[in-house]
């Protein structure tokens, strides 16, 4: 067994090599490519990429596997080998399933799609994109075919996000979730609305990228494992354990644009950079799920980084950076600033309570258009609709509608979900993790995130992608994935700032 | 034959993109990547380049470029076609000859060898780093060997960086420049010295870096397809044409180190942008030899950067810059100072009239140790020797000494000579433009480089690497590669600013 498992792990170490060259091409395509790169740089990665995917599916991984599961039964079942065998297999069955030939002509359509989509966008033209999402909404139809049978065509690509999630599973726990998350909106807009214009002064943007920095070391991100840089669209990549990237994105007329940019990004990279050594180049080095993922970035963005406690201690630095900006303006009217509810169009710049409303009206769309109830040329109005039924706004056009989102040009159908889930995660274990910290509040008013991110490292990084997210979550906190620690979240911080 | 060399193209332009992918992987690891990141770095480029090299060793371009080659004949010689065959051919041929044990294993070797070297030259230790270049030589050796039989066991490592060029040729041209060389010096010598205390005042790194940029960009180097980060060690890479950059090290208390230093990297960057489009992806998309890369970046650095045309020009400009430092000091101090002739201990800081004599020293040790009659135990005493001989000084310690520079514990033996062949035949292609161009002093003293840019698109960018580089030279030129050009201009030069 040692040596197929060395001969299995070769290869994949070969895989993951190209698959981290790839994040190093894509990095430098959004950090300092100059534009002339581009032609060249779409071959490269089109090539490499291509050789990881080949490498990957090559008959000798499955004749490897099939070797080694026999022994399997002798394992500890959640061994790193165990684990590591149970995924490489499902993850090649995946891949196996789908004709190189559509793999091709798929990145051929969504990097047409993408092209046209950043054109129709800025011109706020959804007929100029809409023959093209047909186009990838057929694919996705005719990749979820590949899978089939199945209970619903959104199975196959939810189970690319999150491995063994149900569609079935996420509709119950959004449709518990809906309702109680629009009483707290109502509830909210009842109230007389709050004022934050103090965070929409002009800030240095020098300085907005030191407080930021200047956090996220204290959030624990290691330097010398990791950089930021600045990019149009903010993201953490991770090449190994050693070298976890965020980037940023500054608004000089609006703080919090980068400030919880940064602490969201931070968040993504405390992850990657506490995946396990020892499992380094194999598919397990890795996170489990994009929700998982999602849930990490969001505990340092809002549950620490919007929280009261966080600011006792850092608004007077804050401050220091901006006094006159904020020199004189109080804590509390700075919280309520950096936590104001209200309906808006713009999904990445949603607050907590209404975030996950837009993911709700894209799972409705997605699932759908997927299904064949929603013909593409009826999103617009769709779109709308829901966010007149969600939020009670209209958009005043597909710009600020259905156009705003990268992801479905892409061909990722299935992902958004993941951003409403990794809310719920983080709640769920921000309970568990206060439990186990009783003085956490207490901690973080000191500035101190040591015992948090310990927790975080034990329950959550240590385990790269051994697991499926279902399973973790029940090993992190006991209990399957609820809505309630979310809600209740929501609720009490919200019901102490607009005294509800 | 258009379906063949389509197939053969298609493999190329592979190779070309994993090339291409590691030329990225090593620019990030010598520009931004954090310390952590270099055990993952160098698994990545070690299967990225294992991969590359398979991919060109291949059977089946040993077999696509057999089933062209008969069809050579039809061709025009010149065609990019017929070149690209042969071109290709000569570089599958050497490949193949060297097994691919030998390959994992030299870098094996050579990546121990160097990481002992960086310690051996701090502590200036040679003897931590003898074992190690003992078995560079060794190997060095042992790959001439899979090219035998040859004239001089010099001849295949020669090869590797002036193809088709021959160890006798070489040894001819710098016998012939050896003594006429040390006599300018010797003349110089006898002079009063030049005083450079002027380059060595407090400069502003900002401010030099501004001023570096100024100048590349008026030379011709176009930023929408490259640009310039600051690393250790200076140096240009292209990924493509679309993407070609420069790096540079900014010394605060020594003005000419970036300065020069950028104009260098420059004169690199203008011939990789200059390179032609319709090569891109194949063995020809580069550089014909190592001398010929020099002697572009060279030109700009020297034959323009150090002339008195250009400073008559650009003077103005950098005292604007530090009018504290430069304000009252006179255009001739300062050309007389940026042109100071005076033997030093470091190859990299050595002037213009000085520089080749460290380069025929390193040839003259290569050449002995590869061909047994030198033990590499009594290298620093050889090389503290060849320095009294050829410059009059000896070193105090190895540091300044054998180890100072990296190539050979990198394997690079045969990379030295291009460093003076460089020189040779900027000087001689210099000749040619300047009778091409006869007003090309004039156009220098205006700040105006396109003509001789042009005329070094036409005559050796465009060509990439279709040439050998002893047939481009008398395309160029109309004459074999001679040092009379450049012996020519050392003493004009010299003979003007010291009055010999």
Redesign the interface.
Known sequence: MDETLKSLKEIL??VA??E??VA??EW?QQT??????????S??L???SR?AHESFIDDRVGELLSALEPGLASLDPDSDEARLVRVTRRQYDKARKVPAQFVAEFRRVTSLSFQTWQEARVRSNFALFRPHLERVVEMRRQYAGFFAPYDSVYDPPLDDHEPGMKTAELKAIFEALRPRQVKLIQAIAEKPPVDDSLLRLNYDEAKQWDFGMEVAKSFGY??????E?RSAHPFTTG?????V?ITTRLDRNYLPEGMFGTFHETGHALYDQGLPQRL??TPIARSLSYAFHESQSRTWENLVGRSRPFWKHYYPRLQAYFPEQLGSVDLDTFYRAVNRVVPSFIRTEADEATYNLHIMLRLDLEMAFLEGRLAVADLPEAWASGMREYLGITPPDDKVGVLQDVHWSTGAVGYFPTYALGNLLAAQLWEKAQSDIPDLSKQIERGEFRDLLAWQRENVHQHGGKYEPMELIVKATGTPLTPEPYLRYLWAKYGEIYGL
């Open positions: 170490g070969q090599d190209l981290a060259s190093v091409l430098d300092y490519m100059p534009p002339g790169g581009a032609d060249g740089r071959m490269a089109s090539t490499v050789l290691d330097l010398s494992r990791g950089r840089d090449f190994n354990t050693g070298d990237r380094e180049r």
